[in-house]
């Protein structure tokens, strides 16, 4: 047992270092203090929506504050039958932007794919050579359009990802959050810097309209309730390699708020787990069975222990191969997103992982999720 279990510890250990190492290696991207606003790409941003009356002002307001010219961007916001004001709202503060503010109703149509369909109706409408995508419960800042475009125009990638973080959170459920939020966002980030791109978030997602076009859009995937995010840039990588870039800068990053309960961080998390079933591409299914198992490998080794299978030596060496170079990755991730408060919370993250990976790894075998009301399978 204890050299199988030492084995995966050590791939596992291997596999976070060269993580850390590509994390540190990437470049932080600055863009021009005063961009020359000629040959800029069009931008449509595109906000789907449902009963997001509270939060979605904010985000428009920080809209029009961007730094970008307001002539070469568009906002869209796609409704999707909000029962409270979020579409009344909306449509009051049309002539208060210095931006073309659209807002789109949907109908009330039964879909498996709410979002999906949010986005493409409002693709459908949109005028901007690039699609940018957030969430109508985000705050972005003001240079955030101005370093998308800034670094769609140096790097030509077709799909750009950019950084997540969280509100201010000082609570314990949201301190591992934001760390656990950070190893998705650090690890998406150095395989597109790899090559091989697994993961991205639709709350900070920017890919070329014509390259949406060009894939079939959400065709062939659009039966899967999530992955309007994930699976997009699996299909736009498998068509243009090399062509998904990751944005690391700090004026490009994205703030959402935590989820509230541990039902609503399970729903949450559920509706993403259940895309993995759709990856069309071998390395995310790969990836994501390496990881099951390597946070598997700790609860077996304490079982092992307890059980007097394993020393208490043998079983150190087990927690800290995987503890350490998490440990390393996740500060480097953390301190990049302004969050230095919550590098304390990693041990404790560490502690409750295996765990949560194990159960969600299962959870995801059963079909069927509430998300804003509705229930989807």
């Not at 003001?142 to 990638?157: D, K, M, V």
Request: glycine share 6%.
């Amino acid at each position: 047992m204890y050299y199988t279990l030492l084995s995966i510890s050590l791939v596992y250990a291997l596999f976070t270092l060269i993580l850390t190492s590509k994390w540190w290696r990437m470049t932080i991207f600055k863009a021009p203090d005063s961009l020359v606003f000629t040959n800029l790409p069009k931008i449509s941003v595109i906000i789907p929506v449902r009963n997001e009356a509270y939060t979605l002002p904010l985000l428009l307001q920080d809209l029009q504050n961007q730094t970008y010219s307001a002539a070469h961007f568009e906002v869209i916001v796609a409704d999707d039958s909000s029962t409270d004001n979020t579409l009344k709202i909306t449509q009051s503060l049309v002539d208060q932007m210095s931006y073309f503010l659209c807002p789109l109703p949907l109908a009330n149509e039964p879909t498996t794919s709410p979002k999906k369909r949010a986005i493409r109706q409002s693709i459908t409408v949109a005028t901007g050579d690039l699609i940018v995508t957030t969430d109508g419960d985000c705050r972005v800042g003001p240079r955030w359009l101005a370093t998308i475009a800034a670094f769609y125009q140096h790097t030509g990638a077709r799909l750009i990802s950019g950084p997540i973080s969280f509100n201010p959170d000082h609570t314990v459920f949201g301190n591992l959050q934001t760390v656990e939020s950070s190893s998705l966002i650090g690890a998406g980030a150095c395989t597109m810097e790899m090559g091989s791109p697994t993961m991205c978030n639709g709350a900070n997602l920017t890919y070329e309209k014509r390259v949406f076009e060009a894939v079939g859009g959400f065709d062939g995937i659009d039966h899967v309730a999530s992955g309007d995010d994930e699976l997009l840039m699996h299909k736009i990588a498998s068509h243009y390699p090399n062509g998904v870039r990751f944005l690391k800068s700090p004026d490009a990053i994205v703030h959402t708020a935590p989820q509230p309960t541990l039902q609503a961080f399970y729903q949450q998390r559920k509706r993403w787990a259940s895309k993995w079933r759709a990856y069309q591409s071998w390395l995310p299914s790969v990836l994501a069975v390496f990881i099951f198992a390597s946070n598997l490998a700790v609860p077996i080794a304490l079982v092992g222990y307890f059980l007097s299978n394993l020393t208490g030596d043998q079983l150190f060496s087990i927690v800290a191969l995987k503890a350490v170079p998490e440990w390393l990755f996740l500060g480097s991730v953390l301190a990049f997103l302004k969050k230095k408060a919550s590098i304390l919370w990693i041990p404790v993250t560490q502690l409750v992982y295996p765990l949560y990976v194990v159960f969600f790894g299962l959870a995801a075998q059963q079909k069927g999720f509430n998300w804003k009301g509705r229930t989807l399978r």
